[in-house]
């Protein structure tokens, strides 16, 4: 059984930044994700990185504001979102997946565990 918790969501102005973390205990993890669900929509691929650390997938929407990175020693994976926007107001959650290739990362059926998320909060 692999756990999954975030940290370091919160209260943000416009244009701010915020760093998200999640840690993952139990099993060893492999690729992590981040994704985003708003109340009422489908939950949405933001952000996700290979076993090593040296490959990065964003969402278009985020891509350029958004860079995740991961810490294999602490076990841990984080998102930190720049310029942020009203719109990116939503509650964010962390997965990993037990997959060695062929991995379509945007895809939330290809993550097995999930963390149960942490709330951003972007004012105008």
């Known amino acids: 059984q692999v756990q999954l918790v975030e940290s370091g969501g919160g209260l943000v102005q416009a244009g701010g930044s915020l760093r998200l973390s999640c840690t993952a205990s139990?099993?060893?993890?492999?690729?992590m994700g981040w994704f985003r669900q708003a109340p009422g929509k489908e939950r949405e691929f933001v952000a996700a990185v290979n076993r090593r650390g040296d490959s990065t997938y964003y969402a278009d929407s985020v891509k350029g504001r958004f860079t995740i990175s991961r810490d294999n020693a602490k076990n841990t994976v984080a998102l930190r979102m720049n310029s942020l926007k009203p719109e990116d107001t939503v509650v964010y959650y962390c997965a990993t997946g037990f997959k060695y290739y062929s991995i379509t990362y945007y895809r939330a059926t290809e993550y097995g565990y999930w963390g149960q998320g942490t709330k951003v909060t972007v004012s105008s």
């Open positions: 139990g099993q060893s993890s492999y690729y």
